[in-house]
């Protein structure tokens, strides 16, 4: 028990830590910005853009260098420099939080994050990170970025920022770790935001109130990720990063379309600023964000010119050349990224490629775009078949049914919540401007896209409670004063008997602890060796298995033997195909499933 504990402490304390970093860098770049931290909102929202510039700095760092100790330094010095620049503006709100109730949440929240910390003790539990997730952040940590890596392994050539992230914190104690903390930190940071709306949304949340209740219907999902059996803590995959993403974007673009906050010309600004960072980084995190992201970011910019602009055209240009700017920043070095690592900007898209003496081949992309649709339509189909008809149709929508949490859960909420509100309207108390509606239209976007491109449920992220926890709050205005009471009141309940019911829909216990000091180390794979026509030595996984975990570089499941380095005295400068191997596109339909 004594060794759980101290193994779940060293874990909250690493959290702690973190997240003053990332806070401190966020409000270090706010201030950068002509802006500053007015609001506990503010303060909860500069973790994000801390940690949106800290992934705009490892791509800059990965270009010439590994992501090692050195790198988790120089980002430690920025954070310390951005805390000691707002200390009087942190003690101002650590006074605050001393008064009132405000101590029962702190220990709400130390509840919550002790149930991460013991979730966070396990091994990953999603196929991807044995498959390929792990062996990319052992690279990125160990070589600068490395031509050619998707020959390879093809899954290598998926360009994630996220992963940057994760081999940043694999240094000091935490080395070869950095999965017990990388995504439980970012969902440290979700259930901050969400615990203090929920508190605000409950006791008193002024003009923000509809922007709290947004953001504390999010606990179920988030509660869902926690205790779902894959274990989303203990994960260093992108698909987690990309749900929370979600939310705060749409969580900021919520406020900015609540006509009753009433943002202020610099506020609304400042907004349109964050969403397109946020946005941006979002993509560098995984492509399939695109959808959501950019339509979130030009409408938020197209109402602030409907809004604000119009006239100031002084005020228009400067904000538009700042968007540009940040955009340019973050998606260039992931652009010169990608083309590094396949020879393709947005692999395994073709669009973009670049003539390389290293790009992997184009029947190779090809097969593991058509491969993802075919996985998120059926599983168990062959890709040709899949892909030919429509005899998918049956096997996704029972995928569908069977993750309903993610999908029709939201969507039923959101019929529900129209329905009633239409029915219970009380229309001399709420109007609803017409544009508020257009809230939603970067989530259909985002449904289309997913729809058209790879619609898993898996791969869906927040797009569905966007959809569902947007209606709720913007139709909760229509309720009579009575019905909004009950509802609250109806609200509370649920909270209470929430946590309980899913811990038993779950079956979940306590994480024992494991054989590293409490901590449930990597399994070691078995291991044998496969030598090209090149003599290149490539480490595999015995009897056909296909998960190299955190085995020694280099490893794939797909040995090719006219796989060669382009400096035989070099693993750094890359990799190269010299034979065209007649089975190599089929690397792409044997991936691993999630």
Known sequence: MVELLVAMGAIVFTWAILGLIFTGIGMLVWRILGWGVHTFIDVLTSFWLGWAFTILVLQLWHLPFPVNDAAFVCISLIG??????NRRTLWRFIQRLRRRWYWMLAVVALLFMLL?????????????????????????????VVPGLGNLHDRLAFNSSHYLYVAMLDVGPWHGRSYHIANGLLLCAFFAQILWSGFKFFTYGGRYKYYYLFNFLFLMPALHCVLARHNEVSSIGNDLPIFILGFVIASKFLMFFDHRIKLSAEEAS????????IAVTGITVKLSFAALAGTTAALALAIWFFRYGRGRSAELTKLLAKLAVYALLLLIPWMIHGVILSGYIAYPSTIGAVSVEWQVPPEVAIAQHNWIRSYALNPDGEVEEVLSG??????WLLSITKRY????LPLAFAALAVLYGSRKRNQEQAKIPWICWLFFVPAIAGVLFWFLM????????SLFWVIGAGAAALIMPCFTRVTRRLATLTSLALLIVLIPVLVYYYEIILIEPGED??????????LSTFVTDSGLVIHLAKDGEIDCWDGPLPCTPYPNPGLRLRDANDMSQGFIVDLAVE?????????AKP
């Open 405 to 408: 949490y993610v999908t029709l």
């Open 80 to 85: 310390i420099l951005g805390l000691a620049w």
């Open 116 to 144: 991460l910390a013991n979730r966070a003790l396990d091994i990953p539990r999603i196929n991807d990170n044995s498959f390929y997730q792990l062996h990319t952040m052992r690279w990125i940590a160990t070589y600068p």
């Open 454 to 461: 790879a619609p898993s449920a898996r791969f869906a992220g």
């Open 583 to 591: 089975d190599q596109p089929a690397q792409a339909s044997a991936g």
């Open 390 to 395: 429509m005899s998918w149709l049956r096997p």
């Open 270 to 277: 400042y907004t349109v600023v964050f969403i397109t960072i």
């Open 517 to 526: 000091h409490g901590f449930h180390p990597l399994p070691a794979p078995e």
